[in-house]
């Protein structure tokens, strides 16, 4: 088996994945990243850049790169019940500059973290390579590293540290016995397709409060509409059976401002794909040699939008730490927990805020019905509710990108 030895592995050349292995090359440390993708031609569902990921990814001097390979900006974020807005949050409010969301191919993040770490000698991609063990001092001693596969050769990669950046289905975690709980809150599934759109760019995140089934519509570059269409927690096969045209009905009643576009442009159950939305955390996110960030470590539903923000927060919170344990010689469990220990009360925050985002917007039902126009006055015109669409769209202010 070919071996190589490195600082830190990162499994998983993702948002979280890329964005620490810049950081931490930039500081001189050693990296490899095991990604199983071979090219960057694949599929991916994160599209839209909140402010506190746009702010960290513009001082990792990577967003206007990104930014020059094609976007769109949306400033407008509106729930909209029969034909009126009941929530519009103006993002042009927030504070300059990132005060916007960027609606972006996430290929375009993903080339530019990977050209600015390509300039470093210490950075090493080990593309269409699948984490299939971990390596570890004896039997069951801290995680000294990883294998990696690419179908033809096993290439053992040690390190002194391991970071599973490996996404919601993470086989690091599951290889370090981390146990995930899963959390079935949000009870609706979505079906999520693109329509080609010729007009100019609407500039919002829509969310469509139809009856039965809620839908989002956002621009989605280049020249497309990223639909996102509800239905009720594993009711789709049910709504399925009766066939192509009784779901392309439905999709149109939701939206009908597009249903011109859906009789066009759907014609089969293959061009629409189902997502199970669900949130998911990770027991623990460290063991010796070993932490888990991202998705690896929480998992959110794609309502709301920050996984990706939360993901490249997740780096550059964990950089500094990570150069500090390094440099001290203690990559042990209670060292790298501290990663854990500053950061979960963040992500619970955030947990928290979308389950009620997600019964607040998509449910039906008369309470929520009369709470909704409510609650959307108080966040509108309230310096309460100013305070916590800060806190939901920046993040934690204090997360920034370290120097060196
Ligand atoms: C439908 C949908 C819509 C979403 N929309 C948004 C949105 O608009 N905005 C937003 O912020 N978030 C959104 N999200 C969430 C977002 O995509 C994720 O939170 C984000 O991509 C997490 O980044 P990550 O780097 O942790 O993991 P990932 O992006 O999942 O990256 C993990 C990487 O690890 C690699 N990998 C996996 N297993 C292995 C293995 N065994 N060996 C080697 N490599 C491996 C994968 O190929 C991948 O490159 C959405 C999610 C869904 C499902």
């Not at 593309?127 to 390596?135: E, I, K, P």
């Not at 690419?150 to 540290?161: I, L, N, S, Y």
């Not at 790298?336 to 997600?358: A, H, K, P, W, Y």
């Amino acid at each position: 088996m070919r071996e190589i030895r490195t600082d830190v592995c990162v499994v998983g050349g993702g948002p979280a994945g890329l964005t620490l292995a810049l950081l931490l090359v930039r500081s001189g440390v050693a990296v490899t990243v095991v990604e199983k993708a071979r090219s960057l031609d694949r599929e991916y569902r994160g599209e839209i850049l909140q402010p506190g990921g746009l702010r960290i990814l513009d001082q990792a001097g990577v967003l206007a790169g990104a930014r020059s390979r094609g976007g769109y900006e949306l400033t407008r974020f509106q729930l909209i019940d029969g034909d009126r807005p009941v929530l519009d949050m103006d993002y042009r409010r927030l504070p300059a500059p990132h005060n916007y969301l960027l609606s972006i191919p996430q290929r375009h993040v993903l080339s530019e973290l990977g050209d600015r770490c390509a300039e470093h000698d210490t950075f090493r991609m080990l593309a269409g390579h699948r984490l299939s063990a971990l390596l570890r001092a004896g039997d069951s001693g801290p995680v000294r590293g990883v294998v990696a596969d690419d179908g033809r050769e096993r290439v053992a990669v040690r390190a002194a540290v391991v970071v599973g950046a490996d996404g919601r289905y993470s086989k690091t975690r599951a290889l370090a016995g981390i146990a995930n709980r899963r959390h079935d809150v949000f009870d609706l599934d979505i079906c999520w397709f693109k329509l080609p759109w010729d007009g100019a760019p609407t500039g919002r995140v829509r969310i469509f409060r139809a009856p039965s089934n809620p839908a989002l519509a956002y621009d989605s570059f280049p020249g497309c509409l990223q639909i996102g269409w509800t239905v009720p927690h594993g009711g789709y096969r049910a709504v399925a059976a009766r066939g192509i045209r009784h779901v392309k009905a439905q999709i149109q009643a939701s939206i009908p401002e597009y249903a011109d576009l859906v009789g066009r442009h759907i014609h089969a159950l293959s061009d629409l794909t189902l997502l199970d939305v669900f949130g998911a955390r990770a027991s623990r996110w460290s063991d010796a040699g070993l932490v888990l960030i991202g998705d690896a470590a929480h998992t959110h539903s794609p309502l709301g939008a920050q996984g990706i923000n939360l993901a490249v927060q997740d780096a550059a919170l964990l950089h500094p730490m990570l150069l500090a344990a390094l440099s001290d010689g203690d990559v042990s469990a209670a060292r790298l927990g501290e990663f854990e220990r500053t950061r979960r009360r963040d992500i619970n925050g955030v947990m928290r805020f979308q389950t009620l985002q997600s019964k607040g917007m998509f449910s039906g039902g008369g309470l929520a019905g009369f709470l909704r126009p409510r609650v959307a006055r108080v966040l509108m015109h309230t310096p309460v509710g100013t305070r916590i669409t800060r806190h939901v769209t920046l993040g934690n202010p204090r997360i920034r990108v370290a120097a060196g």
